[in-house]
């Protein structure tokens, strides 16, 4: 029996605890993600615990594997071996000895082909550590082009009208970081994922949150912002 989870590192570790016959438990991990919701701190406990780990999302919904921004380019060109982004990617996740299996989508008999060639070639502990060094310096890369610096700590966290405001400034960042608009607004719009009463409209500008905040983002001036890039267009 095993389980997907979609939550943060202290609700993955209860539900490990919860039950001693676990056998997996699936996550989204990626060299952008090492501590979004589960991340490194829930890969390492779950392999501790004995469980084996299904990693979701190693390219970040191929987000990964499209051509990156000019500065991240820069950065992949300076690696020490050629490959692909996609290949790194999926090496660096491969490269965990937590990790039992990577779940990679694929659309085209191309990317099939590459991503067998990369899982032929992978290993636990397999990266150099000049490769290891790259891939922070491209995590680097791509943080820098956050126009929001939140590091979804949550303090600011709950808004007392409700506002799911790191999840908002997640989604107007990867617009950004990713050129990937539509991504963004169709996550937006989803009632599955933010529901209409958390929208940044939703915002009375109490200023409670700039409290709260470590960064000293200002928050509501960020939130208009973001509705404005985000919201369902008419």
Request: charged fraction near 25%.
């Amino acid at each position: 029996l095993g389980f997907s989870f979609h939550d943060n590192y202290e609700t993955f570790k209860k539900i490990v605890d919860a039950y001693d016959n676990w056998t997996l438990a699936q996550i989204q991990y990626n060299y952008i993600d090492v501590d979004y919701q589960a991340g490194y701190r829930g890969l390492e406990y779950a392999a501790g615990k004995g469980l084996a780990v299904v990693i979701m999302e190693p390219l970040r919904g191929g987000r990964l594997a499209k051509e990156p921004p000019a500065s991240v380019a820069r950065v992949w060109g300076t690696a020490p071996q050629k490959r692909t982004p996609t290949a790194m990617a999926l090496l660096w996740v491969w490269n965990h000895p937590e990790v039992s299996v990577a779940l990679s989508g694929m659309s085209t008999m191309e990317q099939v082909k590459e991503n067998i060639a990369t899982a032929e070639h992978s290993r636990a502990n397999n990266l150099t550590s000049d490769e290891l060094s790259l891939i922070e310096r491209v995590r680097e890369a791509y943080n820098e082009l956050s126009p929001i610096p939140c590091t979804s700590c949550g303090y600011c966290t709950p808004c007392p009208n409700g506002v799911a405001i790191p999840t908002i400034f997640q989604m107007y960042n990867e617009a950004i970081m990713y050129d990937d608009l539509q991504t963004a607004q169709s996550q937006y719009k989803n009632p599955d994922i933010l529901k209409e009463e958390q929208r940044a409209d939703q915002c009375l500008e109490c200023d409670e949150c700039l409290k709260a905040c470590p960064q000293e983002i200002p928050i509501p001036e960020w939130l208009k912002k973001a509705h404005e890039l985000l919201k369902p267009k008419q």
